[in-house]
């Protein structure tokens, strides 16, 4: 093509055609219409170029849709999507452009040369930009796997990203300057520390990637608990700066990702693997109500099914305690009897062991704490059956409603702070 061209050309100037296209260049008549040469050229090319890319985007981006649309896989179809094969297109007319510019620009060297750096320019970027959409395809083809859905794919996919982009920045000053790569990454060394400074959260972030996936720290889905960054909810998120979390009240906290190497945090994933989720609470005891049981209120007591055998053993044990130790006599106060608090708190005991809402294979006691200002502490330690939360929080309540109802049974009485109705009442009482 290139021959035809230079021969239509010599034929306007009485040169031979096997004549050397140099004896062309230095010909007075034609060097007198060389700028014309360049523009006509240069309009033709622009013709053909446009033709060539747009043909080729409409028959390749055409013929990948109909192979897209009978393969099965999911990949090509995500490639489409992301516009991978239209920058793809840009490649074949960028290609014939070094072409045609060494016919345009024959007559000017120092063009020629600008030329087709900035189109090997360009053809090194659009190579860059098909890389990164490819990447992002992989990504959520990935992302889509059951194997990788809880795995910090988006983390690996940047880093690689980066890496990728830094190998072709180089490239491409390497193309506009006409320097070898080498020159620029023996630049890159001697800019380390400022190199070190601009890329800190990302180079952190990459280090703190890469220690939650060794570690298996953080995975997409878990439920995570950060107060210093007020967060609360589930991951949605791992990328190699920032992690999301999407809390409970639907806002979306961002936090570094390094922040969950260097700074403390809760994962629930372990309560959500296990058989139930904890219920630990403490019901506060006044103490002045604490007594011995007197035989009404056991008598009344023994009528309860959960406490009536363990009623019966009882008594029977501390009979046959107090009659060894010779502590028979009702003034023997180191004598063994039962108190209101210990069968409360081995009714409750009873009670947990009894209902189907808790898991009985886990943790299950009830236990006293250590007194304190507001009362004895009787604390409650099990574990639900469910995970979520909205029915474990009715399970808890539930059991605490029938513990408040059932206390007074027990003549024992709840700890509460004085009210001011409490302080009204107390007045009206010492005025009458």
């Known amino acids: 093509m290139k021959e035809l061209i ?116 360009l053809i090194v970027l659009v190579i860059l930009v098909s890389v990164r959409r490819f990447l992002n395809a992989v990504r959520e083809v990935l992302e889509d796997k059951p194997y990788f859905s809880d795995k910090p794919i988006g983390a690996y996919i940047q880093t690689v990203k980066l890496v990728v982009t830094i190998v072709f920045v180089i490239i491409l000053l390497s193309v506009l300057t006409d320097q070898s790569p080498l020159f620029f990454l023996t630049s890159l060394g001697a800019m380390t520390a400022i190199l070190l400074l601009v890329f800190k959260d990302t180079i952190l972030g990459f280090v703190g990637s890469i220690q939650i996936s060794a570690n298996d720290m953080l995975r997409i889905g878990d439920w995570v608990t950060m107060e210093k960054y007020g967060a609360d909810g589930d991951v949605i998120e791992i990328n190699l700066t920032t992690v999301k979390v999407q809390n409970f009240d639907k806002t979306i906290t961002t936090i570094p990702t390094y922040s969950f190497i260097a700074d403390s945090f809760k994962n629930w994933r372990g309560m959500a693997d296990s058989g139930g989720r904890r219920i630990k609470r403490s019901l506060n005891i006044k103490i002045d109500s604490i007594k011995f049981a007197d035989d009404e209120l056991i008598a009344r007591l023994s009528k309860v099914k959960l406490l009536s055998e363990f009623i019966i053993e009882q008594q029977n044990e501390v009979e046959r305690y107090n009659k060894e130790h010779g502590l028979v006599d009702e003034y023997q106060i180191n004598a063994r009897r039962p108190t209101n ?41 099990c574990f639900s059956n469910t995970k979520v939360w909205a029915e474990y929080e009715v399970v808890m309540a539930d059991i605490f409603d029938h513990l408040f109802a059932i206390i007074d049974r027990f003549e024992l009485k709840v700890h509460q702070e004085v009210a001011g109705s409490d302080l009204r009442n107390l007045e009206m009482y010492k005025g009458n």
Do not use: C
């Not at 062309?24 to 053909?48: C, D, E, F, R, T």
């Not at 294979?361 to 604390?379: A, C, F």
């Open 6 to 121: 230079f021969n239509w050309i010599k034929s306007f100037y009485s040169v031979g055609k096997s004549t050397p296209i140099e004896e062309l260049l230095a010909n007075p008549s034609y060097q007198s219409h060389k700028y014309l040469w360049m523009l006509a050229l240069l309009i033709g090319m622009a013709v053909i170029s446009i033709l060539v890319w747009y043909l080729t985007r409409q028959v390749l981006l055409a013929i990948i849709k109909t192979i897209a649309l009978r393969s099965k896989t999911k990949l090509d179809d995500i490639l489409m999507e992301s516009k991978f094969f239209s920058a793809i297109a840009h490649i074949l007319p960028l290609l014939f452009m070094d072409y045609f510019f060494s016919i345009v620009f024959v007559s000017f060297p120092d063009f020629l040369e600008i030329a087709i750096r900035l189109n090997d320019f």
């Open 341 to 381: 608090v210990g069968l409360f708190r081995n009714y409750v005991q009873y009670y947990l062991k009894n209902n189907g809402e808790l898991n009985q294979e886990m943790s299950l006691m009830v236990r006293q704490l250590q007194p304190n200002s507001k009362g004895l502490p009787i604390e409650l330690y």
